[in-house]
Nanobody, 134 residues
Framework: VQLQASGGGSVQVGGSLRLSCASSKRTVSGREFSSHVMGWFRQAPGKEREFVAAVSWGGNEQYYADSGKGRFTISRDNAKFTVYLQMSNLKPEDTAVYYC???????????????????????WGQGTQVTVSS
């Protein structure tokens, strides 16, 4: 798996975690890491995978699902081929497997709707478990 997600774990309500997703190469499926919009999604047991956050190619624009606004911060370091998700004030409903994903979005306008579309991403990491307990 080229995209390796890490940083998950078990925390109590109100705690924080920082997820990382690193590409093992400067390219993702043949295209430069920096040419990809990077996103985080999550999937709780029995539920569909849902959008969490995305960051633009250069990192200057971020997009969030309502569930994470004000609590989550996505960022990227193209020199390290890595995207991060800083999560704070975690809630039990944040419990899920978190996946990173890479999409080209060529010719597309970036917004919450477009970056939240699972079909727009061409490469996925293996997931990291986040468990929030009260």
């Amino acid at each position: 798996v080229q995209l390796q997600a890490s940083g998950g774990g078990s925390v109590q309500v109100g705690g924080s975690l920082r997820l990382s997703c690193a590409s093992s190469k400067r390219t993702v499926s043949g295209r430069e890491f920096s040419s990809h919009v990077m996103g985080w999604f999550r999937q709780a047991p029995g539920k569909e995978r849902e959008f969490v956050a995305a960051v633009s190619w250069g990192g200057n624009e971020q997009y969030y699902a309502d569930s994470g606004k004000g609590r989550f911060t996505i960022s990227r370091d193209n020199a390290k081929f890595t995207v991060y998700l800083q999560m704070s004030n975690l809630k039990p409903e944040d419990t899920a497997v978190y996946y990173c994903a890479a999409g080209l979005f060529e010719g597309m306008v970036l917004n919450e709707r477009s970056t939240g579309a699972i079909s727009a991403y061409r490469a996925w990491g293996q997931g990291t478990q986040v468990t929030v307990s009260s």
